[in-house]
């Protein structure tokens, strides 16, 4: 990898004259001047505050999705190739794989749970991106060195472009029916992430961008399989490939983004236009945060298991005992028609995940929904499969399956006739009321704990705190090899080095 790495940056300096004043004839090319011309000064201190806590949970849901069924079967594909540059997988110190396959088995463990962030129009952002910069941050040369803030500038323009392609479609802003979109515009992100990490020219950015869309899409009736968690690993692979294959000079349609038949086949009602000056842009990441998730299921679940904990409260006696189930008679959810939600029996984890009548019944039995709620003897207890049988969809006809306005009212009625309601309209960790900085460490902690020592966790904790100033991105990567014994997290921690100066905001 080296081999095509180290000549094409030689060759890349010559291109950076390209004048930054070129005329764009589309919004293919409008797309590629932004990537190819967005500076780390253009980056403000509120997107780089939010990003790094993407970062930090995208980190902490990958390791912990490292234990998963679904990434070893996905480990043990990916051995099958070798290179003579490797890429580290998260958490596993003896074992390497070239860097696309890498940012495989990494994007694919950080979706693995359904734990990881969520953007509206809907799209996991975080998961196609951060995979490609950690893979490639080994695989570059040492000279010039890539720092924090280059590694944190790429990341929100793969974060940038992901959003500015959903925007372009009225239908992206519901809950999708017919692609995954971390698919689709997350192997853009990929490909526009890798691009301005590597330097490529305007000219080559367009060009990734093109490829890209050759490899982007994927149907979402694999979703609550063990094929979904692929899509995310998928858009960070091909957007690499694709940007690799840019660099050897593969050629695309020069208006890929401006055309019904290039990416607007994704969407039924696309309609795209230019992006603003460099001079007036504003990062979208700026204008809206994130939801980070508190339990690992489909975002429309956390209305609902917000909704049952609150009507729970009037099901616990005065002795502090739960009600019996059988004092139930029905359990109405009045929640958006979102049909691969709408699972009424799961009999798999990835099915739950994906149920909004099970994540019900688990928050009404448990008074929480957590990692092992989606467990088999967890799934499978008989009181969740008399609960499940009492469950009731009604699809309010203002309640639009929109992440951005749907809502949850549950309706419990009892055996003599008492109903109790309650309703959710947003709940902790939704982008209107994001967890809290020392909440979103506490997830970090406890998933990446299942994997790393308490030491390399508090490292890694520090760095992606200070990652603007990191002078060296390559230390990130270093600790995510883990597991590290506690005397050698700590001797690792006491190596990283920081910039002094802070970035202008």
Known sequence: MNSLLQPKRGALEAEKNESPN???????????????????????????????????????????????????KVLQYSKIYSSNTSSTIWGRPDFQLPPTYAAFVN??????????????????PSGAVLPVLTALSEALPQTPMASGLDLLLAFNVGIEVQGRLLHFSKEAKDIPKRFHPPSVVGTLGSAAAASKFLGLSLTKCREALAIAVSHAGAPIANAATQTKPLHIGNAAKHGMEATFLAMMGLQGNKRILDLGSGFGAFFANYSPKDLPSLDSHIWLLDQQDVAFKSFPAHLATHWVADAAAAVRK????????????DHIERIVLRIPDVQYVNRPFPDSEHEARHSFQYVACAMLLDGSVTVPSFQSQGINRPQVRELLEKVV????????????????????????????????????????????????????????????????????????????????????????????????????SGMVSFHRTTLPI
């Open 22 to 72: 070129l005329r764009l004839q589309s919004v293919t090319e409008s797309f590629a001047g932004m990537i190819h011309g967005l500076k780390v000064d253009h980056l403000t201190d509120s997107v780089i505050q939010r990003s790094k806590r993407m970062i930090l949970d995208s980190l902490g849901v990958g390791f912990l999705g490292t234990g998963t069924e679904v990434f070893q």
């Open 107 to 124: 994007g694919v463990a950080v979706h693995s749970m359904d734990f990881d962030d969520t953007w509206h129009p809907a799209t996991h």
């Open 314 to 325: 009037h099901l616990v006696t005065s002795e502090g005992t739960l009600l019996p189930a």
């Open 393 to 492: 969809l009604e699809h309010p006809p203002d309640n639009l399956p929109s992440f951005n306005t749907l809502y949850c009212e549950i309706s419990i009625t009892l055996k003599d006739g008492t109903t109790f309601t309650e309703r959710s309209d947003t709940f902790y960790g939704h982008w209107r009321k994001p967890l809290s900085q020392e909440d979103l460490q506490k997830k970090f902690r406890t998933n990446a704990s299942k994997i790393l020592c308490r030491d390399t966790v508090e490292s890694l904790l520090k760095v992606v705190e200070r990652l603007e100033d990191l002078e060296d991105c390559s230390m990130l990567t270093t600790l995510l090899k883990g597991p590290y014994a506690q005397e050698e997290a700590s001797k690792l």
